[in-house]
C-alpha cells in the first residue's frame, strides 16, 4: 500500500479505517479512497442530524411542557435557555 494511501487512512478516523483498508487491499488508488471518506463522512453527518418531522413535534411538546421544565434542576434549567438562547431564530 502507498504510504499517502496508508496516512489517509490512519487520519481517517476509526470507524471508518476497515472499509478503507478493504479498498485499499482491493487496490483503490488514494483518490478512491479520498472519495469514498468524504462519502462515509457525508453519511455519518446526515445521520447524526437527522430528525423526523415526528421526533422535532415531540421534541417541541417537551420543551413547551412546564411541568417538565419546572422538573429541570436548576443548572440543567441555566443550560437549557442558554441552548435555546443560541437556537432562536435571528
Known amino acids: 500500500m502507498p504510504f ?3 496516512a489517509l487512512i490512519a487520519r481517517s478516523g476509526t470507524e471508518h479505517q476497515t472499509r478503507l483498508l478493504k479498498l485499499a487491499r482491493a ?3 488514494r ?3 479520498k472519495t469514498e471518506l ?5 453519511q455519518q453527518a446526515a445521520s447524526e442530524v437527522s430528525w423526523s418531522s415526528q421526533q ?3 421534541l417541541g411538546k417537551v420543551l413547551h411542557s412546564r411541568k417538565w421544565s419546572d422538573g429541570l434542576p436548576a443548572s440543567e434549567r ?3 435557555s442558554a441552548w435555546l438562547e443560541k437556537a ?3
Open 56 to 58: 422535532i413535534t415531540g
Open 4 to 6: 499517502t494511501s496508508g
Open 78 to 80: 441555566q443550560q437549557l
Open 31 to 33: 483518490e478512491e479512497l
Open 38 to 42: 468524504s462519502r462515509l463522512k457525508g
Open 27 to 29: 487496490g483503490a488508488s
Open 88 to 90: 432562536r431564530p435571528s
